[in-house]
């Protein structure tokens, strides 16, 4: 391995050239090979990637540029957010952090043109942007999504993502989870209750709006199995034919993309505590890839079902702790995040591990990974932040 440091702003990068092959990793089908570590960037919070550079919040609220050439800072912004940075997002010329605040960055400079906190707790979540549009999370609002004008932080529409039955009396609170946005529409799972009748678990739902006007497309409850037991839903997955989405209790829900009709159900590991009893999951992290709904598990088994039927079509014991969150890579495979910060990539097709990492170390646990092309960015609050490929021997 060749090193040497590249000028920076702020620090230095470390370049790797060639393949390596840490003790930690498991060498199977593919192989890991580096191209640079940045030791300087302890990041917290989930990155932002887009054709020329990284975008990382620090331990301190700052964020950087990196290059994404040599992980070289490009700029750095110090803004102390009000509470815990959840992540970054790249519109078409702002980067947007979550934290209990939304924070506007230039992509030229790092300068902040506008921050925005309010009652209803924009931002507190990880957000979506297209052009120059920013759709946030929203913490504890009353159903309505909202738009806000990237340079300026002004509200271009508002707009319900709730079912036009739903109910709601003056103290129900609503939150908006970390939407999406793919041709045309928003995606979001969301989840209510009643601050005067806190003894009713609370209730989870998706919902698809317009992203011109935010007119709701359709909008589900997700199903009840459990009268004491929570419907909090997962992150939202899409792809070109379902929507799906999973609760506390480890159900998944799958719906036609267009229609919002229920297509399938799938039901619960069997999980049990540390202990050994049984006891109910953790929320299953969910991905849709191609014609393949993949979810995860609290035991840290992977599984994978047809999209439109919910048949079972491979089963993956990771070996690798419980999952946290899954990124495609390409077409057909998609890499693990573990609660351990260990990473496995599968092949989306017969379910093989292809690469495996099982960190020893707080320093090689990674927080949050981000794909983009052929390259994966891991982040982590004590190693740094490190890029590298995953090629097939």
Not at 293 to 317: C, Q
């Amino acid at each position: 391995m060749k090193s040497f440091t590249i000028p920076a702003l702020f620090a230095t990068a470390v370049i790797a050239s060639g393949c390596t092959l840490s003790p930690l990793e498991e060498d199977v089908a593919y192989e890991r090979r580096d191209l640079w570590r940045q030791p300087a960037i302890t990041n917290i919070g989930a990155p932002a990637v887009d054709d020329s550079a990284l975008y990382v919040i620090d331990l301190t609220g700052a964020v950087s540029r990196l290059s994404r050439k040599d992980g070289s800072v490009v700029w750095r912004q110090p803004s102390n957010p009000a509470g815990t940075p959840r992540g970054l997002v790249r519109g078409g010329n702002t980067i947007l952090m979550s934290a209990s605040e939304l924070i506007a960055f230039a992509i030229a400079d790092g300068s902040i043109l506008w921050r925005q906190s309010n009652a209803a707790g924009v931002g507190e979540l990880e957000s979506a942007a297209l052009g120059n549009l920013v759709v946030p999370s929203i913490y504890r609002g009353s159903g309505d999504a909202l738009a806000l004008d990237e340079l300026t932080g002004r509200e271009v529409w508002r707009g319900t993502m709730l079912p036009s039955t739903f109910t709601r009396s003056s103290d129900t609170v609503v939150r908006i989870f970390e939407p999406q946005i793919r041709d045309g529409s928003i995606f979001a799972t969301f989840m209510f209750w009643s601050l005067s009748h806190p003894e009713i678990p609370n209730r989870g739902g998706i919902g698809v709006s317009s992203i011109t006007e935010g007119g709701t497309r359709w909008s589900r409850l997700l199903p009840v199995v459990n009268a004491r037991a929570s419907t909090l839903p997962s992150r939202v997955a899409v792809s070109q034919d379902v929507v799906a989405a999973s609760t506390f209790e480890g159900y998944i829900y799958v719906y036609d993309r267009q229609t919002g009709d229920s297509l399938w159900t799938g039901r619960p590991l069997p999980y049990k505590s540390l202990s050994g009893t049984e006891a109910s999951p953790d929320i299953r992290p969910v991905l849709a890839l191609g014609g393949l709904v993949i979810a995860g598990s609290g035991i840290g088994t992977v599984s994978a079902f047809d999209a439109r039927t919910g048949v079972s079509r491979w089963v993956t014991p990771s070996g690798n702790g419980a999952t946290y969150e899954f990124d495609p890579v390409g077409t057909d495979r998609v890499i693990v995040l573990h609660g351990n910060g260990g990473v496995t990539l599968i092949d989306g097709v017969s379910g093989k591990i292809l690469w495996r990492l099982r960190p020893t170390s707080e320093r090689e646990r990674l927080g949050h990974i981000v794909v983009s092309g052929d390259t994966v960015f891991g982040t982590s609050a004590v190693g740094g932040v490190s890029a590298f490929r995953l090629v097939q021997k």
